[in-house]
């Protein structure tokens, strides 16, 4: 009987040890997958030049936007300036 029983303990402590294998074995994946897409996405970056760069073509703002940021935030526009 305790044999039995030591056995089934045993079995279970070796699928223990399996699945937390197979979990770190997933984890260590994962994680070089996101290392690996860093590492693109920094190699994009220098062969292209940052987003901020691309989109930072213009910096003037339409006065149109000017007017309705003004309005949004509650300032006073002044028109002899």
């Known amino acids: 009987m305790i044999l039995a029983e030591r056995a089934?303990?045993?079995?279970?402590?070796?699928?223990?040890a399996e699945a937390t294998n197979a979990q770190a074995k997933q984890s260590s994946t994962?994680?070089?997958?996101a290392h690996l897409k860093l590492e693109i996405e920094t190699l994009k970056r220098t062969l292209y030049g940052t987003r901020s760069e691309r989109s930072a073509r213009g910096h003037s703002i339409s006065p149109a936007r000017?007017?309705?940021f003004f309005a949004r935030n509650g300032i006073?526009?002044?028109?002899?300036f």
């Open 8 to 16: 089934a303990r045993l079995a279970a402590d070796a699928k223990l």
């Open 30 to 33: 994962e994680a070089l997958i």
């Open 66 to 68: 000017s007017m309705l």
């Open 76 to 80: 006073p526009i002044l028109d002899n």
